[in-house]
């Protein structure tokens, strides 16, 4: 039987090789430290979560609730807004609440493509950005991930040689996976060339408060003229680390959200009321929770960029977001980013993620998460340089390089 039409357009999802070599290693007793998936390992604030605990004991909160999000968590997600980026919204018409950023792209591209649209999206990137249009009937041209000169010279040839025109581009900074930064000066330039050719900007900052330079990242829409033509996706997700409550918000042109809105009408009912309650709850709440977090990914950058150079695999120090984008070292760049995790699986009880599972571009890295305390990143360390340090002698097909650092 053939398959359907929109998930034959999908490709196999590679990360699923990694999963199960992962779960068989640990079926057979190896103790695999995990920094693949990025999921959160801090608990919930407290204050947030015996706000929900008192919340749902409430009888009149277990019905139905308001798919664009309750007044009170999107006056709330306004109020951040003007808080961090000094940019005001209003939360009746230019903010509504997703389940997650995820899902709020993957509404966007339902409520805005037809068949055949282009969307300009980077490449490697997270995979929503680009297969959220594929699954609405749209088509994908990749553009570089990072911010920099060659972006803008990539944007240009885009819209020049694209047909039809494309409809939007897709930004994402703190990037997810290569956790490169924008500036405003980036955005500016964006919006410029936005403006003039008649693109809308989806922009993704789900990392806006994980950074370690103490420069926290901008926001498009503090870009005059930014309403005209964007819409900003955060979550909650790794702020709060409120990962499995999915909740993110949509914020930005009134058009775009409107459309969200009433493509989102007609898919769900919107998020639990407790859990809507006890976000509002966050970011109204005691704010210090995030910079403790924030500390706790610095420390565990540094563990991760320290213990990996000992070993003899240099890594870049991220300047945001809860990743490490590593290239794979030389002498096993030609295996590929998938079976090169594989091998750290086998070889060092490390699981990462395949830079190829965020795009084509990206088969030359790998991700790395930061979502194990420091002693166990440290552990992922020593494990690493006795594989490279035996390396030589027990891969033959691996072509050998300088032995790792002492």
Not at 180 to 188: H, I, M, Q, S, T
Not at 290 to 318: C, N, Q, T
Not at 361 to 380: K, S, T
Request: glycine share 8%.
């Amino acid at each position: 039987m053939n398959e359907f039409h929109r998930v034959r357009r999908l490709p196999p999802y590679v990360f699923e090789q990694v999963n199960r070599l992962k779960a068989s290693a640990r079926a057979a007793g190896a103790d695999i430290i995990d920094l693949g998936m990025g999921n959160p390992d801090q608990p919930t604030p407290p204050h947030i979560v015996e706000k929900l605990v008192e919340t749902v004991r409430r009888e009149d909160t277990h019905g139905y609730s308001a798919s664009r999000g309750i007044k009170g968590l999107r006056k709330a997600q306004a109020a951040y807004y003007e808080r961090r980026f000094g940019v005001k919204l209003d939360p009746d018409t230019q903010v509504v609440a997703t389940l997650g950023s995820k899902e709020g792209f993957a509404n966007m591209a339902q409520a805005i493509t037809a068949p055949g649209d282009v969307v300009l999206c980077p490449n490697p990137s997270y995979p929503i950005h680009a297969f959220g249009f594929l699954m609405a009937g749209g088509a994908i041209r990749a553009l570089p991930a990072a911010p920099d000169e060659h972006y803008f010279r990539a944007l240009e040839q885009a819209v020049l040689h694209s047909i039809p025109k494309p409809l939007a581009v897709v930004v994402c900074f703190p990037s997810n996976p290569t956790a490169e930064v924008a500036d405003l000066d980036f955005y500016r330039d964006l919006i410029s060339f936005a403006r003039r050719n008649e693109l809308i900007v989806l922009s993704d900052l789900a990392y806006s408060e994980i950074y370690f330079d103490g420069v926290p990242p901008p926001s498009v829409l503090q870009v005059p003229g930014a309403f005209e033509v964007a819409v900003e996706f955060t979550s909650m997700s790794k702020t709060f680390s409120m990962a499995g409550w999915r909740m993110g918000f949509a914020v930005g042109n009134e058009r775009l959200i409107g459309a969200l809105s009433r493509v989102k009408s007609y898919l769900d009912y919107g998020a639990f009321t407790p859990i809507q309650v006890a976000a509002t709850a966050a970011l109204n709440g005691p704010q210090e929770c995030i910079a403790e977090m924030r500390e706790v990914y610095h420390k565990r950058r540094d563990a991760l960029v320290d213990s990996f150079a000992r070993a003899g695999w240099d890594v870049p120090a991220p300047r945001a977001s809860m990743f490490a984008w590593a290239p794979i070292p030389e002498r096993f760049r030609a295996l590929g980013s998938v079976e090169f995790s594989k091998l750290l699986i086998e070889k060092a009880d490390l699981a990462v993620a395949p830079g190829i599972g965020f795009g084509e571009y990206g088969d030359g890295h790998v991700r790395i998460a930061l979502v194990e305390n420091e002693q166990r990143i440290r552990q992922a360390g020593r494990n690493l340089r006795r594989f490279l340090e035996s390396a030589d002698k027990t891969l033959h097909n691996v072509v050998p390089m300088a032995g790792a650092r002492r």
